[in-house]
Every structure is written in C-alpha cells, then in structure tokens.
C-alpha cells in the first residue's frame, strides 16, 4: 500500500479566493473548525464570515485575501492530519506554496504555527497593499510566448517577469505604464492572451522593497523552527532546511521572482510522483500538468476530497 507514492503537498497563492470558500471543510471537521477560530481570535473579527459570506470585493483585497486564503489551506491541511486515514498515508517528501501560499507551507513543515502563520499573512497582505499605494503597479500573464521572448520584453520596457509558472505562462509585473508598454510589445510578438491579474501592485519586483523591510521587523522578532519537512523555496527553486533561510527566503520573495516551474522539476528530479494540493481552487495543479504530464495531482479542497485521499493515493500505488 503506497510503497511507490512520493508525495508533495503544494499550497496555492493570492487569485484562488471566492465567497463561500472553507464553509464545506468548516461544517465537516472539527480540526478545521479550531483553524477558523484561531484566525478569528487572531485577526479581532470574523474571517471565517468573510470566506464564507462576503462581500467579493472585501475578499478580494490584499489583506484580507492572504490570510483568508492561508486560513482555508489551514483549515483543509488540519482536517487531512487529523482523518481516520492519516497515520496510513505517507508522509510529504517536500511542501512548496505559490507565494503567498509558502507561508502555508512554512506551517505545513512546522516552522511556524498556526496563529503566527495567520497573523504574518496578515501583516504581508497589509504592507503590500500599502507599498502598492504608495508605488502603484499591477501584473499581468502572458500565455503562449517561450521565456527568452519575454525576458527580451521585459528589458525593452522595464518590467520584471514575477512568476515562471510553467511553459507558455508566465506573469510580468511593474509600474502601469511600463506594464502596458510590454503587455503592447507582447501582443506584437505573437502572445496567445494576456491576462491582467487582480492584485493591488506590482508583486514581485523592488516596488514591494518597502514592504519588505517593514516585515523583516516583524519577521525577525519571532522565532522559527527547524523544518520538520524541506520546503522547496520559490525563489531558488532549492531546498529550506533551516529557520534562517526561511525567514530569508520570505522576505526575499516580496522582491523577486517565483521560480515554480522550476520548484515542481527539483522535486520531480527527486522523486516524487504526486503533488497533492491543499487549498481553495486546481490553479497549481493545471500549472503542474503543464509541467510535466505525466505526474499525478489531487485537489484537497473538501471535506470529501479529504476523506477520500487515502483510497485515491492507494488506487495508484
């Protein structure tokens, strides 16, 4: 039973967000329901009502985006750890997370708990939003141009490429007018489709400079365990096996690149057969079959999907 089953857990990033996110997952676990509560205790108001009722355009805001998103990831990873199934199952080789999402994997690997984890999402969701004020910008994906055409983009108009999310999709980010030069430049030079993204600056780049060293403030005032389980950092696309490189690589990441593709091909090259993602949405999933097409992935978005794991993990073993 799952002798040949190495898994990944992956933790999707900001975009994934919708109303009535968590609800089933809250209704059905009680591990879950504690997440729920924690951030609400956390936070001082009622999150869990957020995801679960709205409004949309409250949500969708940075700060209140990122720890929602963190907390419903929570909240499913609980619910799994805490199943009937969950001493058969193998334990992760790696976790990784999309950005945002690499706090989620930080508390997956035991670096952080919980409640920390929450409250630094928070704190991330507000000074980006706030350096995003102060030095506004956006991003954008581009489907359907090979990496060196857009990195030649990139440098004709002074954008930065955020996201290598897989080949064809990649994401720029910058300062409006810079970000509508290459979305033009792009277009001329045969993109399939570009998709500005929802996100309230240029993520990713050095207008986010600001943000980051007000949350190294925060950051270097907590303290960080050992990885219990190496973290695949979206920056080097390498492993975090101490509390220093993970306390580097969250602030690093504010600034610079997520080199996903390049995280799923290291944990590929080193064995594993199945990515299981923890959280709202398939976005990483879609990202990683791209990727490579024969590597399995699983969604664990429900209290369903999450009773159901162990017989789906043993039908492929």
């Not at 999709?169 to 030079?189: F, H, M, P, T, Y």
């Amino acid at each position: 039973m799952f002798e040949q089953t190495k898994l990944a857990y992956i933790f999707p990033g900001q975009g994934v967000q919708y109303v009535g996110m968590g609800r089933n997952i809250y209704d059905g676990s009680e591990a879950a329901r504690k997440v729920f509560k924690q951030a609400d205790e956390v936070l001082g108001f009622s999150l869990s009502e957020l995801c679960f009722y709205g409004p949309d355009n409250k949500l969708r805001q940075t700060i209140n985006a990122q720890p929602a998103i963190v907390t419903v990831s929570l909240a499913i990873l609980s619910a799994l750890n805490n199943s009937e199934d969950a001493k058969s199952m193998p334990a992760p080789t790696f976790v990784a997370g999309h950005s945002l999402g690499e706090y989620t994997a930080l508390a997956a690997a035991g670096v952080v708990d919980f409640s920390t984890t929450i409250y630094l999402t928070r704190e991330r969701g507000r000074l980006m939003d706030q350096a995003g004020s102060e030095n506004p910008g956006g991003m954008a994906a581009i489907i359907g141009l090979d990496e060196a055409s857009l990195a030649d983009i990139s440098e004709q108009s002074g954008v930065k490429i955020a996201n290598f999310n897989c080949p064809g999709q990649l994401v720029i980010s910058g300062d409006r007018k810079k970000l509508n030069k290459a979305i033009k430049l792009a277009e001329d030079r045969g993109a399939r489709r570009v998709v500005p993204l929802q996100v309230s600056g240029a993520f990713h780049t050095s207008y986010m400079q600001p943000a980051s060293n007000k949350l190294a403030e925060i950051i270097y005032g907590i303290s960080f365990s050992t990885p219990q389980i190496p973290i695949i950092a979206n920056t080097t696309a390498s492993e975090i096996t101490t509390a220093e490189i993970a306390k580097d690589e969250l602030l690093n990441q504010l600034c610079n690149s997520v080199r996903w593709q390049h995280s799923i091909e290291y944990m590929i090259n080193n064995g594993i057969t199945t990515f299981v993602e923890i959280g709202p949405g398939n976005v990483l999933s879609g990202l990683i079959k791209r990727i490579n097409r024969n590597i399995k992935t699983i969604n664990i978005s429900d209290i369903e999907t999450v009773t159901n794991l162990a017989n789906v993990l043993n039908q492929d073993s």
